[in-house]
């Protein structure tokens, strides 16, 4: 599975868009991105995921780029139960596992 | 409530103690995860069950033996542990271990400490 860098934190303010970037300059043509949070002391929980056109839910949008070397992830209005670890990971889908990296400490501030 | 259940949340335990951790999950997903999560480290995987039948292995010690029943349940044994594997351990599941949107649903984890 390729390598992610991510940003170790991130500060946004409560109401404004939160926008979190990863780079996986390494990601192969079937590997998929996917987003995961962790809010203190829980499980982490699944976000979004995408190949290539971006994606949205109720949750997030994800922005992935032309090349697919980056993506971003967009909480629109980021409120203060946002603030969580949040995961960017590259999968092959026929690989079940899923690698954690360190990814992003999301504070939202009021 | 995810929809993956792990008891006990808490647990403490001695060098020379046996326990168990359970994971149940009802969502009709056929692969479960056993990940570790030490203070300030990223998530470790630890094994990976796909059908009942273990398909990784990630070099865990064999004071940790998983136990897969059936698809909806998974067991972590543990003997003779170190402090060191004092961690906070994720069980996971997910549809299948190879399918598209395979994202993964994760319990709340058991807070073990070992003295």
């Known amino acids: 599975d390729a390598k992610t860098t991510q940003p170790p934190s991130m500060d946004c303010a409560e109401g404004r868009a939160a926008n979190l970037p990863c780079n996986h300059s390494?990601?192969?043509?079937?590997?998929?991105v996917y987003w995961y949070r962790q809010i203190h002391s829980q499980g982490p929980q699944y976000i979004i995921h995408g190949l290539k056109n971006n994606e949205t839910n109720e949750m997030a949008s994800l922005i992935i780029t032309e090349d697919r070397k980056s993506s971003t992830l967009i909480l629109p209005h980021a409120t203060l139960r946002d603030t969580a670890v949040y995961y960017c990971i590259v999968k092959n889908t026929n690989a079940g596992k899923s690698t954690f990296g360190d990814g992003t400490t999301l504070t939202v501030k009021p | 409530e995810t929809g993956v259940t792990q008891t006990p949340r808490h647990l403490v335990m001695g060098m020379t103690n046996k326990k168990s951790l359970k994971c149940e999950q009802h969502l009709g997903h056929n692969a479960m995860y056993w990940y570790k999560q030490s203070a300030k480290k990223p998530l470790e995987l630890m094994f990976v069950y796909s059908l009942e039948e273990r398909v990784e292995n990630n070099s865990v010690p064999s004071r940790f033996s998983p136990e897969c029943p059936n698809s909806s349940h998974l067991f972590l044994h543990l003997h003779t542990l170190q402090p060191e594997d004092s961690a906070l351990y994720l069980c996971?599941?997910?549809?299948?271990?190879?399918?598209?949107?395979?994202?993964?649903?994760f319990g709340s984890g058991t807070r073990l400490t070992v003295v």
């Open positions: 996971a599941s997910s549809r299948s271990q190879g399918a598209i949107s395979n994202g993964y649903t």
């Open positions: 390494t990601i192969s043509g079937n590997e998929y």
